[in-house]
């Protein structure tokens, strides 16, 4: 069974760094574009950044202004989003999600309708 499992989240201070994680179990990850999504409390959601399979290309939102970077790690299965900077108006349940896409050479996609296998979301709380 696929599955997406997401770790890292917690409260840090405007400023502060985090690394949220998304391992996978039952498929390969790096066959899959990779997407972070956020959702901020009483919005909808927002793409955050994706990375392609084969890591031939990766996307940032405008709105983390290159903050935020994506990785993979295939030996671990795992994708990761580091957020350095962070504004209280970071706070929002964040997902990791996978995309079959369209294949290798295809530049990711944030279009959340694409994405078939999601985790169960981590929150982040930028607080002074």
């Known amino acids: 069974q696929a599955q997406l499992v997401q770790s890292g989240g917690v409260s840090v201070q405007p400023g502060g760094s985090l690394r949220l994680s998304c391992a996978a179990s039952?498929?390969?990850?790096?066959?899959?574009?990779i997407g972070w999504f956020r959702q901020a409390p009483g919005k909808g959601r927002e793409g955050v950044s994706c990375?392609?399979?084969?890591?031939?290309?990766?996307y940032n939102s405008g709105v983390i202004e290159g903050r935020f970077s994506i990785s993979r790690d295939n030996a671990k299965n795992t994708v990761y989003l580091q957020m350095n900077s962070l504004k209280p108006e970071d706070t929002a349940t964040y997902y990791c999600?996978?995309?079959?896409?369209?294949?290798?050479?295809?530049?990711?996609?944030?279009?959340?309708?694409?994405?078939?296998?999601w985790g169960q979301g981590t929150q982040v709380t930028v607080s002074s």
């Open positions: 999600a996978a995309d079959p896409g369209l294949g290798r050479g295809y530049l990711c996609r944030m279009n959340e309708d694409h994405y078939a296998y």
């Open positions: 039952g498929f390969t990850m790096d066959s899959y574009d």
């Open positions: 990375i392609s399979n084969g890591d031939t290309s990766s």
